[in-house]
């Protein structure tokens, strides 16, 4: 079974710099598309940025936007979210997620697996 496993979150003060990465054992993410989303305390998780494997296709929501970049880091194999700027706003817990048909980007109830989550916490 595939196992998504998110590494790299943690506490920067606003302005700064972090970037988390998703790995997927038992599997790879060829022909897949691969979604970073973030939920909030009492919220339902929302797509923050979203790579197309095989066309190389991105989307990004527009509160992230020229901040945040996703991309392949084929060194390690993994779909890595380069975070910068960062506000408290940004503060939630991070997942990886991926799908292998339906819409670009689709919305999470297209996402077949997940991971289990990395906290990022942006202090002011």
């Known amino acids: 079974q595939v196992q998504l496993v998110e590494s790299g979150g943690g506490l920067v003060q606003a302005g700064g710099s972090l970037r988390v990465s998703c790995s997927a054992s038992g599997s790879t993410f060829s022909i897949y598309t691969i979604g970073w989303f973030r939920q909030y305390p009492g919220k339902e998780r929302e797509l923050v940025a979203a790579?197309?494997?095989?066309?190389?296709?991105?989307y990004y929501t527009d509160s992230v936007t020229g901040r945040f970049t996703i991309f392949i880091d084929n060194a390690k194999n993994t779909v890595d979210l380069q975070m910068n700027s960062l506000k408290p706003e940004d503060t939630a817990v991070y997942y990886c997620a991926r799908k292998s048909s339906g819409p670009f980007p689709g919305t999470a109830a297209w996402y077949d697996d997940w991971g289990q989550g990395t906290q990022v916490t942006v202090s002011s």
């Open positions: 790579l197309d494997w095989s066309g190389g296709h991105t």
